[in-house]
C-alpha cells in the first residue's frame, strides 16, 4: 500500500477531515491525514484523545479492505500489531489492552479509533485514527495513566521517523487481512495486556475478579472468573479496572 500524507498544522479530528474528504471526492487508499494538533482529537464512545503542538503523532489513515463484516476485527488486529511492532523498533514493549489501547507497563501509549463503512456484507471503507504518544512530557491530571515514547526512553523522537516506520508496519501487514486463515490473529492474542493474570473488572451489573483467557476473532474478550465459568464480552460489556 502506497501512503500520502497531507499533514495539517490544526484540525479538530482527523478522522473526521478524512471522512468529509471522502464524502467530497475521490480519495486513495492510503491517504494519510496528520495534525499537529487537534481541538478535538476523537476516543471511543465519548472519550477524546490529548496531544499538544507538534510533540505526538495524531493521524487518520485510509482503508478500502473489502474485507466482510464478520471479520470487522481484524482490522483492529492489523492496526494494533502496527504500533505493536513500531515501539519495538525504537526499543519499546508494548502490549494491547483489549479492544484499542496500547500499554506499556500499566501505562496507555497509543489509542486507536476505527469507522467503518458498510455496503452489504462487505466494509468497503475504514477510517482509522491513531493517537501515539511520542515526545509528549506532560499531560494534563485528568489522563490517569498516560506515558510517551519520550518519557520512556528519555529522548525525543523526529515524529517523521516514527511515522515512517509506523506506516511500514501498517502497509505490510495490511495485506494479511485480506488472506485466508488471518494469521494476526493469534499473535493479537499473544500481545493481550495483562493475558492469563487475574484483574479487577467492571460490567453493568457487576465488579468482579477474573482471567483473561483470549479474544475470539468476533471481537469479544473470554474472561474466566472465580468461579471457572469462562464468559464472553463484547466492547461495552467489560472493562479492565486498572490500579
Not at 121 to 140: M, S
Not at 165 to 194: A, T, W
Amino acid at each position: 500500500m502506497n501512503y500520502q500524507v497531507i499533514n495539517l498544522e490544526s484540525l479538530d479530528s482527523t478522522n473526521s477531515y478524512l471522512q468529509k474528504l471522502c464524502r467530497e471526492d475521490t480519495i486513495e487508499e492510503g491517504t494519510v491525514i496528520l495534525a499537529g494538533y487537534q481541538s478535538n482529537g476523537k476516543g471511543q464512545g465519548t472519550n477524546t484523545w490529548h496531544s499538544s503542538q507538534g510533540m505526538n503523532i495524531t493521524m487518520s489513515v485510509l482503508f478500502r479492505p473489502m474485507v466482510k463484516v464478520l471479520g470487522h476485527f481484524s482490522l483492529s488486529e492489523f492496526i494494533s500489531l502496527s504500533i505493536i511492532d513500531c515501539l519495538k523498533h525504537f526499543g519499546i514493549n508494548g502490549a494491547i489492552k483489549w479492544p484499542n489501547d496500547i500499554y506499556v507497563e500499566n501505562k496507555k501509549i497509543a489509542g486507536i479509533l476505527v469507522e467503518n463503512s458498510i455496503i452489504g456484507d462487505k466494509i468497503v471503507q475504514t477510517v482509522a485514527g491513531i493517537g501515539l504518544n511520542v515526545n509528549e512530557r506532560d499531560f494534563p491530571e485528568y489522563i490517569p495513566n498516560p506515558v510517551s515514547m519520550a518519557m520512556i526512553l528519555q529522548r525525543n523522537f523526529e515524529i517523521y521517523k516514527v511515522l515512517d516506520v509506523l506506516m511500514d508496519n501498517l502497509s505490510c501487514k495490511y495485506e494479511f487481512i485480506k488472506q485466508p486463515g488471518n494469521i494476526l490473529h493469534g499473535q493479537y492474542n499473544e500481545k493481550l495486556f495483562r493475558r492469563e493474570i487475574q484483574c479487577s473488572f467492571q460490567s453493568e451489573n457487576e465488579k468482579f475478579l477474573g482471567t483473561i483467557l483470549k479474544v475470539k476473532k468476533s471481537g469479544e474478550l473470554v474472561i474466566r472468573k472465580q468461579n471457572g465459568e469462562a464468559c464472553s464480552y463484547m466492547h461495552g460489556e467489560a472493562k479492565m479496572v486498572i490500579d
